[in-house]
């Protein structure tokens, strides 16, 4: 605290730390270390964030008019790592008792994304430099969200509900319009490309995981953000898929062309899990999720943005 008020470059630098601890965690995820090095790795970490949280004054979480820009910023980023921090877990499902919480905490942290991505958004300039960065954590929130939404945990004795504010369905589309409302800007906004990606690419997977994109879709290849091209599959339980495979769709509202095709290795640790982790296989229909294989890279990524660029070797990033 500085006086009445939190001093932002002290919260920043709790938060900087945090982080690279998450790295960490997606670090020993994708070398297939044990998951009981995993879960340590994650509980050290939230009792980091449990303590940085007690540092602050409780009212300072109520989000207000009055309420200063950088504190919607560091809150912003605290709940995303928070969601960060547990997503490994989450992502396992069963019965273990560490995964529950997993998946509780990352859920709860994505409502609280999602709510402060819409305010934050709002209050940025159109050329706010770290604006995008802000759209691809949303990005994250937001697929959590959607996942959650449907998915029955009955494998965990749980079922997941939206009570004491909006639903999560309506977060996300709260999400969605921030995000074309940003992608609306003059294409000479860099900050607006990404997420003139992840809107499409978010309603299109909300129409395929509620089946309102009609009852032959089985299929969509999502364009995301610096990961490139996901083919994402549903398969109904009481049908087979033909002998040639998946159709894969291209959705009408996805751009048709997109300079991204990048691949991180968040998303390679997170398509690997919802393709067999318990995540997915207790809803209604089973989900994959497989990568594409276009490795470039967006120029800019190397431009105005230098730690967001990546080495690629055999043996990955």
Not at 181 to 201: D, H, L
Not at 286 to 298: A, C
């Amino acid at each position: 605290m500085s006086g009445s008020e939190v001093n932002p470059q002290e919260f920043f630098s709790y938060v900087a730390v945090i982080a690279a601890k998450v790295q960490d965690i997606d670090d020993s995820y994708m070398s297939q270390r044990p998951q009981i090095e995993l879960a340590e790795k994650v509980w050290k970490i939230e009792s980091e964030l449990r303590v940085l949280h007690g540092m602050t004054p409780s009212d300072w979480w109520n989000l207000t008019q009055q309420s200063r820009l950088v504190d919607h910023v560091l809150q912003y980023w605290y709940y995303y790592f928070t969601v960060r921090t547990h997503l490994q877990l989450a992502l396992r499902g069963g019965a273990d008792s560490r995964n529950t919480y997993s998946y509780l905490a990352c859920y709860q942290a994505a409502r609280n994304l999602a709510q402060r991505y819409v305010k934050l958004r709002g209050l940025l300039p159109p050329a706010f430099f770290a604006g995008r960065v802000l759209d691809l954590q949303a990005l994250t929130g937001a697929v959590v969200l959607l996942f959650t939404s449907q998915r029955q945990t009955t494998g965990q004795g749980m079922t997941i509900q939206d009570e004491g504010g909006p639903a999560s369905l309506e977060l996300v589309h709260g999400m969605i319009q921030t995000m074309e409302s940003v992608a609306s800007q003059p294409a000479s906004q860099p900050t607006g490309v990404f997420s003139r990606q992840a809107a499409p690419a978010l309603r299109a997977l909300s129409e395929l995981m509620s089946n309102s994109s009609g009852p032959n879709s089985k299929s969509l290849t999502l364009q995301i953000p610096m990961l490139g091209k996901i083919n994402v599959s549903r398969h109904g339980r009481t049908s087979q898929l033909s002998t040639n495979g998946s159709q894969y769709v291209q959705t009408s509202s996805l751009p048709a062309s997109l300079p991204y095709s990048g691949q991180t290795t968040l998303g390679a640790a997170q398509a690997a899990d919802w393709t067999t982790s318990g995540f997915v296989s207790n809803d209604q229909f089973d989900w994959s999720l497989m990568m594409g294989g276009d490795l470039s890279y967006p120029e800019d990524a190397y431009g105005i943005d230098p730690w967001m660029s990546y080495t690629w070797d055999s043996t990955g990033f």
